[in-house]
């Protein structure tokens, strides 16, 4: 499930919604342009939808969201097929994710001929041990800004989380696959991204580069940065849009690693592929 919310709109710069909807933290909606979002997609920290309650206000300059959730948008970690990623609990790490507060503020102004958008976001919760039954710290903090002027636009992003648990790592699922990621990590990003002048058959075509990064915050042995840069265009017609995209990786998962800050065997090499994905929009 991607999302399933019903809202009240309180005025005309505020509203709240209740359901399965977009976790307000980082850049937003995205901290990417590619069809494979940013390391931080995959630690659950970009494009999350949980359940939970969300209240926004946006006046122009200043927008505000204040959230409380609930847990996934499942409410268990054993459920592996899920489009965002979630603690996942497995044999060796038998976690979930419980309550979380999410509480994000961004200020829009005019700088150097374009609006520029600076913001930070935090947040608090907690994840179970589905064995032992006792709950554990979960929180992060992140700093973000994004500046558009014409058909140029810069995104960066500075965000860390961290799972207060004993162990270095823990699991996290999608896609009906788990795997391990370090306990604790910072999590830069820069992206930039150029809207092309229309011309020709299609409506409209950017190209961009993301990149984005995995450093643990632990010494722990087992542990190692990750690197994920994509680099690709956009192309939109009509009801079509089909991204190109080169995504190259260090010891990153789903491009060749076991998982995203964790040193394992024949995963710390640059590995890349091409990706070609086209679809309709009704």
């Known amino acids: 499930m991607h999302h399933a919310w019903a809202g009240w709109k309180i005025d005309e710069s505020s509203d709240i919604r209740a359901g399965i909807q977009q ?7 995205y901290a990417s342009n590619s069809f ?15 359940l939970g ?7 122009g300059a200043h927008r505000f969201h204040v959230g ?10 054993a459920r592996y097929d899920r489009y965002s990623f979630d603690v996942a609990t497995t044999e060796d790490l038998p976690y979930r994710e419980r309550e979380r507060l999410n509480l994000r503020y ?24 589905r064995i032992e039954g006792e709950k554990y710290g979960h929180d992060g903090a992140a700093l973000h800004a ?3 002027r014409g058909q140029l636009t810069m995104q960066a992003q500075w965000a860390r989380y961290r799972y207060r648990i004993d162990e270095s790592r823990i699991a996290m699922s999608a896609f ?7 306990a604790e990590a910072d999590v830069p990003t820069f992206n930039v991204a150029y809207a092309l002048p229309q011309t020709g058959w299609f409506d409209g075509i950017t190209c961009y580069n993301n990149l984005s990064m995995t450093s643990p915050v632990d010494d722990d042995a087992g542990l190692r940065e990750s690197w994920q840069n994509v680099t690709g265009c956009s192309f939109a017609k009509g009801k079509m849009f089909t991204y190109v995209d080169w995504i ?19 995963s710390n090499r640059w590995r890349s592929r091409l990706n070609v994905n086209v679809g309709f929009y009704f």
């Open 106 to 129: 961004e200020n829009v102004r005019d700088w150097n001929d374009g609006e520029l958008a600076l913001g930070a976001s935090l947040f608090t919760g907690r994840v179970e041990n």
């Open 23 to 29: 976790v307000p933290f980082g850049l937003l909606p």
């Open 68 to 77: 409380a959730f609930s847990g996934d948008e499942y409410g268990t970690g």
């Open 248 to 266: 190259a990786g260090k010891n990153m998962w789903f491009v060749g690693g076991s998982g995203i800050g964790v040193d394992e065997p024949g």
């Open 36 to 50: 494979w979002f940013g390391s931080g997609y995959y630690l659950g920290i970009e494009d999350d939808y949980d």
């Open 146 to 148: 994004q500046w558009k």
């Open 53 to 59: 309650v969300v209240w926004r206000r946006d006046d």
């Open 176 to 182: 009906d696959f788990p795997f391990e990621i370090a």
